[in-house]
């Protein structure tokens, strides 16, 4: 049993009240030495060069932060070993994909990435090498506070949360409006909410309050959103060893941290090693403690450590093929020794070491600062002591170094010739005593932290009492609080405490064990009766279609037996529905368990989605919602994502190649107003507007005006509402989403298209919104619903033979300038089988009737019925002049006439695309007959087919889409643009 600190007074006090009085760190961290640079170096707080022949400026020992002598005392930015310290409420990144990045610096060292693989943090541009994301900061931006405990939040303030470095290059400081961008070293800040920018010497004296910018139009505020409180990317962890590049998308998510155990091999005692034992000590847990169920448990930790294994053996298999950096400011001599470090038994026993590069003749005073700067220590380094490692079979030397050994003594053991491996070990004084930190969390408290002396019998429950007096709670029931042990490795793990645990022990064992992981451990103060929002959503897709709701309850329910779940809508029409789950653990358990699962042979799909919170968000909120189709005409959709993630909130970021459209469009179903930027060509917009139709009566909008961000290879609908004819590589976002801010709403007509191919006649309704095929019935005609164009002939003949390459060799058809090339191409070859085309007489083959009255045909080889001013990647084919007779009306996607046009060859196209010329003008109507007496190529807004002779009628839709039509830049403001 544990025993009681406790005072005169009887109240559970500190055993070393005097150690600490506000709970703050003090000063930068930095730990600066003069240095003679031998290259160009800038001063990393004032970004000028630094200047003069010898001891030109000072260096961290620590992270390398550079600066002149004159910059000393105003340095502000913390040193990397106590950074994390600073962070109140730390939030794991979002890493992608392993890639280069010119011109960036690693936001850990310091140092330039160069040509070195590295990571990204996709929600905040957090950068850093393989080798520091040890190292790194779990301070990323809250993309989801939602606090159910929290009714009004008018009042709730915002600050501006700062990154230091990798600025625009076109950066301004929006206090001196001076450039604050550079691309010599990682300098000055910027807010990843609004985007401002300052120089690190000025950033201070802006506004702490942020107010998300220019775009909080179009932002989905952080306190209206929830997801499960979670750490790792459930699409990351959930990756097989195998994968050789695993990427972290979206959204990050809980599990219970490790149990720190080791089983190094047994030491054996000589006279000049030192006896060391290795036992295990393993964490207490309960049932009721918030961790994961056993088997879920080894699956998740498990995958966890494959996707970290994986990420450092990517980064160190490519770091063969690469040149390795220099180090920029540390150049060890060719007749230097390399030495392995481990932090702790458990680092050695699976091997993930540090490796220093020392003088031969270095002595033991100069290897342990080495080998502190290489773990980002800063303490005193009298706490610290190196001891060297000698593996004999089965069994383990530990012989601690002694004062002015030399280096070039290490490692004469070693018969492989393997570098001498060292462990870095704290000086154990005092095993039986000893300080932590515990931070408030949500607690209304001045201070960020308080420091609380224990020993090894202080239980859990006295720590609370202790926290609670230091914090000023004297009043509050210790009883109504937990004790939240968090590790803040690669990540945030946390671990509700049992009330009967002893920190202390489990802490000296775990330094033994990694001195990086305890440095890493905190602990927080948590109210147990603090109701916190645990609800999960989660699509499941690729499920039969069509079905009952008792049919798919019975589905998921035979592969969740055991797992509690509630199905909160179903979409039969398109085979998905969407789970809630009250528990986080057992929203886990099913997200694995589905994941794996598969129906009528097809694998389902499965994500979680966030909820919006309707009640929390402002009346005049009109949130952005992003679709991005990475597989849109030049693939560019992948680097579109993260670059759009970072100018708004994450959430509202869907990758249409993850169930499509109905997972983001269910998160906004709720939302009175919102409006959609749709990223891709125009296949992608009719197929969004397509399960906009299907989710019309579930949603409270049902029309929102839609944006386009050109990916496709036509893009004729985003030319025709201005949005221009494709996105490049590099272009700068922030506009374009400024622009859907001030954009016009217009209405966008819709078309019914019904094939027939008998030939019987057919009475079109103009209210049918089917907008899929019907295949299920041969009597019934096909009905699709066009947004664009409608073709008959040799523009489809040409659109068919173009798919049909595409179809069979997708993969080359990844760039919008090879896509236009191949259709060139189609079409010259085209019109060199001059007498075997078989659209020659195609005007002979056709009957048309418009509004009612027939039309005849001129000699033609295609015709083409228009709704928008837009055709073939941006050709004029209806023309703007009138022609004097005044029968025709100006071509409008609102003015309920489609204008049907003529195309007389493939030399007739190639005019139109050049300008030259614009198509054969028929008529203008709004509902159109067309019989075909032979089997003819069609297309519908690009898509083509050889379609059955028979009829077709076209018709108005009552279903118009509201579009977003940019209007044009009054001027160019090139000023910082801030909200406070």
Not at 314 to 336: L, R
């Amino acid at each position: 049993m544990a025993t009681t600190a406790t005072s005169l007074f009887g109240t559970q006090v500190d055993l070393n009240p005097t150690a600490e009085k506000d709970g703050y760190e003090v000063g930068h961290g930095h730990i600066f030495m003069k240095k003679t640079f031998h290259k160009p170096t800038f001063c990393h707080h004032c970004t000028d060069m630094l200047w003069g022949l010898i001891g030109q400026g000072f260096i961290c020992e620590v992270c390398n932060f550079v600066s002149h002598e004159r910059c000393l005392e105003n340095v502000i930015s913390p040193c990397s070993s106590i950074a994390s310290n600073l962070i109140k409420d730390p939030i794991a990144h979002t890493w992608g994909e392993p890639d280069r990045f010119k011109k960036k610096f690693c936001n850990v060292c310091r140092r330039s990435l160069g040509d070195s693989l590295a990571v990204r943090c996709e929600v905040c541009e957090y950068y850093s090498h393989a080798a520091c994301l040890d190292f790194v900061v779990s301070d990323c931006r809250k993309i989801s506070c939602y606090d159910p405990n929290k009714k009004d939040t008018s009042s709730q303030v915002v600050l501006h949360h700062w990154r230091e470095g990798n600025l625009p290059t076109n950066a301004k400081c929006y206090v001196c409006k001076k450039t604050c961008a550079t691309t010599e070293c990682i300098a000055s800040m910027r807010c990843v909410w609004c985007g401002v920018t300052a120089h690190t010497g000025c950033y201070r004296s802006i506004t702490p309050e942020c107010n998300y910018g220019p775009l909080r139009e179009i932002f989905s505020i952080p306190n209206t959103v929830s997801m499960p409180k979670t750490n790792y990317s459930v699409k990351s962890i959930s990756k097989s060893a195998g994968d050789p590049l695993p990427v972290h998308h979206g959204l990050s998510f809980f599990y219970a941290p490790p149990d720190r155990t080791s089983s190094v091999p047994s030491t054996t005692s000589t006279t000049s090693t030192t006896t060391t034992s290795y036992s295990a000590c393993s964490s207490p847990r309960s049932s009721t403690d918030g961790s994961l169920t056993p088997r879920l448990k080894r699956t998740t930790l498990n995958n966890i450590s494959n996707f970290w294994h994986g990420v450092t053996n990517i980064f160190n298999h490519k770091k063969h093929e690469a040149t390795v950096e220099e180090d920029e400011y540390n150049e060890p001599g060719s007749d230097g020794a390399v030495i392995r470090l481990f932090d702790g038994n458990l680092s050695f026993k699976r091997r993930v070491s540090r490796t220093i590069s020392v003088p031969k003749d270095a002595q033991t005073h100069q290897l342990l600062e080495a080998a502190l700067k290489a773990y980002q220590i800063s303490e005193d380094a009298r706490s610290y002591y190196l001891a060297e490692i000698t593996e004999a079979g089965s069994h383990l030397h530990e012989r601690r170094l002694k004062a002015g050994e030399h280096s070039s003594n290490l490692g004469k053991n070693n018969r492989d010739g393997r570098p001498p491996s060292l462990f870095l070990r704290y000086e154990e004084k005092d095993l039986k005593r000893g300080t932590i930190r515990v931070y408030p969390g949500t607690l209304r408290v001045p201070v960020a932290y308080k420091s609380i002396s224990i020993n090894n019998f202080i239980s859990v429950e006295e720590v609370i009492e202790m926290a609670l007096h230091k914090f000023g709670l004297e009043d509050e029931d210790p009883e109504d609080y937990n004790l939240v042990e968090v590790l803040l490795d690669k990540g945030v793990q946390e671990r509700i405490m049992d009330r009967e645990e002893c920190p202390w022990p489990q802490l000296v064992e775990a330094r033994r064990n990694s001195l990086r992981k305890m440095k890493q451990t905190r602990y927080y103060l948590r109210k147990i009766k603090e109701k916190r929002h645990e609800r999960s959503q989660m699509y499941v897709g690729n499920l039969p279609i069509n079905l009952s709701d008792h049919r798919y309850k019975q589905i998921i329910q035979k592969h969740l037996i055991d797992v509690p779940f509630s199905i909160d809508v179903i979409y039969a029409q398109n085979g998905a529905a969407i789970l809630v789950f009250d528990d986080v653990d057992a929203a886990t358990s099913a997200y694995y368990i589905l994941k794996e699962a598969s129906v009528d042979d097809k694998q389902l799909v499965v994500l979680f989605v966030p909820e919006i919170h309707t009640e929390r968000m402002d009346e005049d909120s009109c949130p952005l919602l992003v679709f991005v189709n990475v597989k849109s005409g030049g693939c560019q959709g992948v680097d579109l994502i993260s670059s759009i993630k970072k100018l708004v909130n994450p959430h509202q970021v869907f990758d249409l190649d993850q169930g499509g459209p109905l997972p983001g469009l269910h998160v906004f179903s709720k939302l009175k107003q919102y409006r959609i930027l749709i990223c891709g060509g125009d296949g992608t917009v009719g197929w969004v507007l397509s399960l906009l139709d299907d989710m019309c009566q579930e949603s409270v909008c049902s029309r929102p005006p839609i944006a386009i961000l050109p990916l496709g290879t036509g893009n004729d609908l985003a030319r025709c509402l201005k949005w221009g004819g494709g996105y490049e590589y590099g272009d700068d976002i922030y506009p374009i989403l400024r622009a859907i801010v001030d954009a016009e709403e217009i209405k966008l007509d819709r078309w019914t298209v019904i094939f027939e191919p008998d030939g019987k006649l057919v009475e079109c309704d103009n209210r049918s919104n089917s907008s899929t095929s019907s295949s299920g019935n041969d009597d019934m005609p096909n009905m699709f619903v066009m947004n664009n164009y409608f073709g008959i002939g040799i523009d489809a003949d040409v659109c068919l033979a173009f798919h049909m390459k595409r179809v069979e060799n997708p993969e080359k058809f990844q760039s919008r300038i090879y896509n236009k090339g191949v259709y060139f191409k189609v079409s010259v070859r085209k019109m060199m089988q001059r007498e075997r085309r078989s659209c020659k007489d195609l005007f002979r083959d056709l009957k048309v009737e418009v509004d009612g009255q027939k039309l005849e045909l001129p000699q033609l080889e295609g015709l083409v019925l228009l709704n928008i001013g837009s055709w073939g990647s941006g050709a004029d084919i209806w023309g703007q002049d009138d022609d004097g007779s005044g029968r025709w009306k100006r071509s409008s996607p609102s003015d309920g006439l489609l204008e049907v046009i003529g195309l007389t060859g493939i030399v007739h196209m190639g005019q139109i695309q050049s300008g030259l010329r614009t198509g054969v003008r028929l008529a203008q109507g709004s509902h159109i007959r067309i019989w075909m007496n032979s089997d003819m190529p069609v297309q519908v807004d690009g898509e083509p087919w050889m379609q059955l002779a028979g009829q077709v009628v076209i018709t108005r839709s009552a279903l118009q889409a509201t579009m977003l039509k940019k209007t044009k830049i009054q001027r160019r403001n090139t000023d910082p643009q801030i909200h406070c």
